[in-house]
């Protein structure tokens, strides 16, 4: 994997425009990893996926991440930064888990953590509770009790739990969490954080300030949009401050 020029960024940018979550997150990182399959990007575990798209991310906009939460038990918009790289390297498994086994109250399940095909697989429509039960089945390599078949939709909640919680234990970047505190409640909590609709924002953001710039710099000196984009931010910065005075 290697860092993007302003050009591929603007190019994968363009690509995940109309695209949901999951394939933004992919286009994202084939962008970067031109040596790997986008096959085989795809069948990241999502914890995995993630922990690249950070580095991606610290690359192109820095480590330093600013983000906000609502307080679960006053409301207030509470802001936040945190370096991620920091944050979540203790998470990290070396290399990924792939293929997990457990044996939990007479069953032996096998499992994989889910990936990118399995998030792409889930209904848009369907409700939080079908989603999991849906991932959890597409996670489920097999599962037996004393050497008969049984299927997901069989197994008892105590098993599905203990698998549930293996799951995130071979995958635990898969679950981002940041610690929080309210200023004015001092609650304290732990909020979801999801790198690829932040990521993506930003990225949304940098292309709007990118395309104005190009429009500035094409204008003023006849340019390509090739030529402005390879000048580094500093000179481009600098240029469109001269052809403004
Ligand atoms: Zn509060």
Redesign the pocket.
């Given at each position: 994997m290697r860092p993007l020029s302003a050009a591929e960024l603007l190019c994968a940018w363009e690509d995940g425009l109309s695209r949901g979550p999951v394939d933004r997150a992919l286009v994202l990182l084939a962008a970067a990893s031109p040596e790997a399959a986008p096959d085989s990007l795809a069948a990241l575990p999502i914890g995995e996926r993630d922990s690249r798209l950070l580095a991606l991310r610290a690359w192109i906009f820095g480590a330093t991440l600013a983000s906000r939460a609502t307080?679960p038990?006053?409301?207030?918009q509470v802001e936040f930064s945190f370096d991620a790289a920091s944050r979540f390297a203790p998470w990290r498994n070396e290399p990924p888990q792939t293929e997990i086994g457990i044996s939990f109250a007479g069953y032996d399940l096998c499992l994989r953590p889910p990936n990118s095909i399995d998030m792409a697989a889930l209904s848009l429509d369907s409700d939080a509770e079908a989603r999991r039960s849906h991932l959890f089945a597409r996670s489920l390599v097999s599962a037996s009790k004393n050497g008969d078949p049984v299927g997901a939709d069989r197994l008892p909640p105590e098993v599905v739990a203990a698998a549930a919680e293996a799951l995130a234990k071979a995958d635990p970047l898969a679950d981002m969490r940041v610690d929080l505190g309210?200023p004015?409640?001092e609650?304290r909590w732990q909020a979801p954080f999801d790198i690829v609709p932040f990521f993506w924002s930003e990225i949304e953001a940098w292309a709007c300030r990118i395309l104005r710039e190009v429009h500035v710099l094409a204008r003023a000196y006849g340019w390509s949009e090739r030529d402005i984009l390879e000048l580094s931010p500093a000179r481009r910065q600098a240029y469109i401050e001269l052809a403004g005075s």
């Amino acid at each position: 994997m290697r860092p993007l020029s302003a050009a591929e960024l603007l190019c994968a940018w363009e690509d995940g425009l109309s695209r949901g979550p999951v394939d933004r997150a992919l286009v994202l990182l084939a962008a970067a990893s031109p040596e790997a399959a986008p096959d085989s990007l795809a069948a990241l575990p999502i914890g995995e996926r993630d922990s690249r798209l950070l580095a991606l991310r610290a690359w192109i906009f820095g480590a330093t991440l600013a983000s906000r939460a609502t307080c679960p038990e006053c409301g207030e918009q509470v802001e936040f930064s945190f370096d991620a790289a920091s944050r979540f390297a203790p998470w990290r498994n070396e290399p990924p888990q792939t293929e997990i086994g457990i044996s939990f109250a007479g069953y032996d399940l096998c499992l994989r953590p889910p990936n990118s095909i399995d998030m792409a697989a889930l209904s848009l429509d369907s409700d939080a509770e079908a989603r999991r039960s849906h991932l959890f089945a597409r996670s489920l390599v097999s599962a037996s009790k004393n050497g008969d078949p049984v299927g997901a939709d069989r197994l008892p909640p105590e098993v599905v739990a203990a698998a549930a919680e293996a799951l995130a234990k071979a995958d635990p970047l898969a679950d981002m969490r940041v610690d929080l505190g309210c200023p004015t409640c001092e609650y304290r909590w732990q909020a979801p954080f999801d790198i690829v609709p932040f990521f993506w924002s930003e990225i949304e953001a940098w292309a709007c300030r990118i395309l104005r710039e190009v429009h500035v710099l094409a204008r003023a000196y006849g340019w390509s949009e090739r030529d402005i984009l390879e000048l580094s931010p500093a000179r481009r910065q600098a240029y469109i401050e001269l052809a403004g005075s």
